[in-house]
């Protein structure tokens, strides 16, 4: 089969697959709003930094949705948000006070990580149909429960893997899953910068900036001092994203986008065995992360590793991240920009062939915009949305197991059916959890 000729069949053989990745996996209930073609979806948004604002502009292009409240508990974020709002929304400091508006359809959880599962929750109880973003959860065992949440109380869920609506991402899954590169055994996922020695510095702890409620920040977490990294509002993404009371590294941080793919491509809900290597090094900073890490995921039929360093930016097609799938006809790569598949080679009467076509597909549509529509979409029609909060948390299930991996120092085994540890000490089984500051409690 000439090259030209196997493109065409892709294109051919992915179109019913990627036609098909936005349709309901299955119908929610109704809700208490009956939606007519011309209402508008009225939105708050929990959490104006820079992912929240993000969000706010992709909700507010939408023709039938209206911003109508923004929260932050950090006054200059309040007030970009209600910029970014064209001040046209209303504010306020506590989420609560927008899940007690009943005018309210949907909220969007754009908040530090160990706040999404707490919010989403308890935006479910109310009645608000939630976007929340990656990573969902800091534990697993929050992550079960906001999915309880969502089938309880009927609630459309999306997660922010805005990949899932990426057509090049649909086409490049399309392509594994009908076999285009072959039997896939080995996949690789990875992150490299360097950012040594500093990091992202060692600031001490001070008192908390004009404007700020900390103790309202810091919610569920543990009662610790100001401190500007754990706060990490800045001209970078945040920092707290470094610190193990908030979040999970770039392990959770990334990691969900690169291993959500991986899972959805290869059509798997889980690891079954996890292993982690790594620690801090030689970056000197206050982050509790480490900055060098190997995990290496065990599925039934095939290993799949995720890589971080902070300490070496060199990497593969001269990109810091993106994940390949080496299977016995070729390899995929891909990342954002699009993805090549790069074909393997075999001897045949003295010469070397090909045993797939070598191929290409750009980014061809704005990813993030087209899951917003998604999500809106859903609410509307009460389907299932790409990245429902039940495939959002097992792919970050995946990407906690790592850390809990490594925090713990032991191989662990994972029933990915019963989500529970089948091998694995009180360490492990301690991280699967986490106990909720008073007076926050997490019930469904």
Not at 206 to 217: I, N, Q, R, V
Request: hydrophobic share 40%; charged share 25%; net charge neutral.
């Amino acid at each position: 089969m000439s090259q030209e000729m196997s493109r065409r069949d892709f294109i051919r053989r992915t179109a019913v697959a990627t036609a098909s990745a936005g349709l309901a996996l299955s119908a929610a209930q109704a809700p208490e709003k009956a939606f007519g073609a011309s209402d508008k979806l009225r939105v708050g948004v929990i959490g104006m930094g820079r992912m929240g604002r993000y969000n706010l502009e992709d909700f507010a292009k939408q023709p039938d949705v209206e911003i109508a409240v923004v929260c932050d508990v950090f006054a200059p974020n309040l007030e970009a948000g209600l910029k970014a709002s064209d001040g046209k929304a209303a504010t306020c400091k506590d989420f609560r006070q927008i899940l007690d508006r009943k005018d309210i359809d949907a909220v969007i959880v754009a908040t530090p990580d160990h706040w999404h599962a707490l919010m989403a929750v308890e935006a479910c109880k109310a009645g608000k149909d939630v976007y929340v973003e990656k990573p969902i959860s800091t534990t697993v065992e929050e992550g079960r429960r906001m999915v309880e949440a969502a089938r309880k109380y009927n609630r459309v869920v999306q997660v922010g893997t805005q990949q899932r609506s990426g057509i090049h991402f649909q086409k490049a899954v399309a392509a594994v899953e009908q076999g285009m590169i072959g039997k896939v055994s080995f996949v690789r996922t990875w992150n490299y910068d360097n950012n040594y020695p500093e990091g992202i510095g060692n600031a001490p702890d001070s008192s908390p900036p004009a404007g700020l409620d900390w103790e309202m920040w810091l919610g569920p977490a543990p009662k610790v001092a100001f401190n500007t990294n754990r706060f990490g509002v800045g001209d970078r993404w945040s920092t707290f994203r470094y610190f193990w009371d908030y979040a999970g590294g770039f392990m959770t941080d990334w990691g969900v986008h690169l291993m959500d793919i991986v899972q959805w491509a290869m059509k798997v809900d889980g690891p079954s065995a996890i292993s982690s290597g790594g620690g801090k090094f030689y970056i000197q900073d206050n982050a509790e992360t480490p900055d060098t890490l190997q995990v290496t995921f065990e599925y039934p039929h095939f290993i799949c590793t995720y890589e971080n360093r902070w300490d070496n930016g060199n990497s593969m097609y001269d990109k810091s991240y993106g994940i390949e799938f080496h299977g016995t006809d070729g390899t995929l790569f891909i990342d954002r920009s699009g993805f090549k598949l790069i074909p393997e080679t075999t001897e045949r009467n003295g010469k070397r062939v090909d045993r797939t076509a070598s191929m290409a597909m750009p980014s061809v549509n704005e990813d993030h915009f087209d899951h917003v529509r998604n999500f809106v979409d859903c609410v509307k029609s009460r389907q299932r949305p790409v990245s429902d909060i039940e495939i959002g948390h097992r792919s970050t299930s995946a990407c906690l197991l790592g850390n809990v991996a490594l925090r713990s120092q032991q191989r662990i085994v994972w029933d990915v059916a019963r989500q529970q540890l089948t091998v694995g000490d009180e360490r492990a089984k301690r991280l699967l959890g986490r106990e909720y500051r008073a007076p926050w409690k997490l019930v469904v």
